[in-house]
């Protein structure tokens, strides 16, 4: 089992910034990906950035540039530094991470954080 708990947001004006915080814990062992989703109200659950163990990061196209995904592995926390806020990014932000696990073949087990609102006031 692993435990997702998210940090750091909060309400900020347009253009100002805010680092959210993912401390993972419990059995970590082979989690290979994590990364942020966010789900503003009433829409669609999306992905921010993800990043893998190897450190490559991927960004949606709406957060690339302003966004940066970062990990602390000695500390096991994954970082998301959002810059140059926009309203357009109000939502609530989810850390996720995604475990191998062996059941005869690898599997795909995920977890999900409790979710940290942003606000972004124009």
């Known amino acids: 089992q692993v435990q997702l708990v998210e940090s750091g947001g909060g309400l900020v004006q347009a253009g100002g910034s805010l680092r959210l915080s993912c401390a993972a814990s419990?059995?970590?062992?082979?989690?290979?990906?994590m990364g942020w989703y966010r789900q503003a109200p009433g829409g669609q659950r999306e992905l921010v950035a993800g990043i893998i163990s190897g450190g490559t990061t991927n960004y949606s196209d709406s957060v690339k540039g302003r966004f940066t995904i970062s990990r602390d592995n000695a500390k096991n926390i994954v970082y998301l530094q959002m810059n140059s806020l926009e309203p357009e990014d109000t939502a609530v932000y989810y850390c996720?991470?995604?475990?191998?696990?062996?059941?005869?073949?690898?599997?795909?087990?995920?977890?999900w954080g409790q979710g940290t609102q942003v606000t972004v006031s124009s």
């Open positions: 419990g059995s970590t062992l082979n989690i290979n990906a």
């Open positions: 996720h991470a995604n475990k191998k696990i062996w059941r005869g073949t690898w599997k795909d087990d995920p977890y």
